[in-house]
């Protein structure tokens, strides 16, 4: 199959486009590129690649950046999708959507099914949550997949910052209110390989098994990294000042996966273990 896979130099959408390339034709395309805002650029780009599938990673992630850029969040995670899902329909691809577990509000204290109604707390949220609506309402052959507390060998994440202020601090201070999935990159894209191999188009939660804290994931970082005796102390988010409010629980259950198509994503455990192994 051939596969266009958009912010495929990020984090997530270069293990993206490692793993699809086992199984299909991928061309990858990254910012500065194309500018997905860009209907016609964008419109170009697709009918030129003729994809079969597009797998659409690239979006504006800074949660709190968001906050203080309102309109290039709606542009670039609703309106370039809005983008993306039309051009698709013209050239008679798939669509695969990558959104984000921020579409909820956390009010919830079991994991969210896919059915769960989002109700988003923060302009991040809101801009992936529109993104969603806009694949849904323009597209019947689409995936959406929602993942969180994302981390790989590919960019910044919250597993190397610990590591690192660690070694430079000697001490941490991190949430200890806030639970959900810490998430392998590289675990994400296997599903994705499976599930778009199906044609069983819908919304699926893809994370690593399992649910902790901003302060027990730091912790398990350090003690699966050799740095057992840097203390870390537990704070509120009330504490972490931060623009963006957070969902104090945003733990997602992988329910889709494993009922329509078979697939377990690992315990989030395993896969930090693998990833500072490696």
Not at 122 to 136: I, L, M, R, T
Not at 213 to 222: E, P, T
Request: with cysteine.
């Amino acid at each position: 199959m051939k596969v266009l896979v958009t912010g495929a130099k990020g984090m997530l959408g270069t293990d993206m486009v490692d793993v699809l390339s086992g199984e299909h034709r991928v061309i990858g395309v990254d910012i500065g590129e194309v500018d997905i805002t860009d209907a016609r650029a964008t419109e170009t780009l697709i009918f030129e690649a003729e994809p079969q599938i597009v797998v659409h990673t690239a979006a504006y992630t800074d949660v709190d950046g968001c906050e203080s850029n309102i309109r290039h969040a709606y542009r670039v995670n609703a309106i370039g999708t809005r983008n993306i899902a039309l051009a698709c329909r013209k050239v008679g691809a798939a669509m695969l959507y990558v959104s984000t577990d921020f579409v909820f509000d956390g009010v919830k204290r079991e994991p969210y099914l896919e059915r769960d109604r989002p109700n988003p707390l923060n302009v991040y949220g809101f801009s992936k949550y529109a993104g969603e609506q806009f694949v849904a309402s323009l597209l019947a052959e689409h995936y959406i997949i929602r993942t969180a507390w994302l981390y790989g060998e590919n960019g910044k994440n919250f597993v190397t910052t610990m590591m690192r202020l660690a070694d430079e601090q000697g001490k941490l201070k991190v949430v200890d209110d806030q639970f959900g999935s810490p998430t392998y990159t590289v675990d994400v894209a296997l599903a994705v390989a499976r599930l778009i191999a199906t044609g069983k188009y819908g919304i699926y939660h893809m994370v690593n098994t399992g649910q902790v804290s901003w302060c027990g994931f730091a912790r398990k970082v350090l003690e699966l990294s050799g740095r057992h005796r840097v203390p870390v102390k537990p704070i509120s988010s009330e504490q972490l000042s931060r623009p963006a409010i957070r969902p104090a629980y945003s733990v997602l259950q992988n329910s889709a996966l494993e009922l329509t198509i078979g697939v377990t994503i690992r315990l989030w455990e395993t896969a930090l273990e693998d990833f500072i192994g490696n």
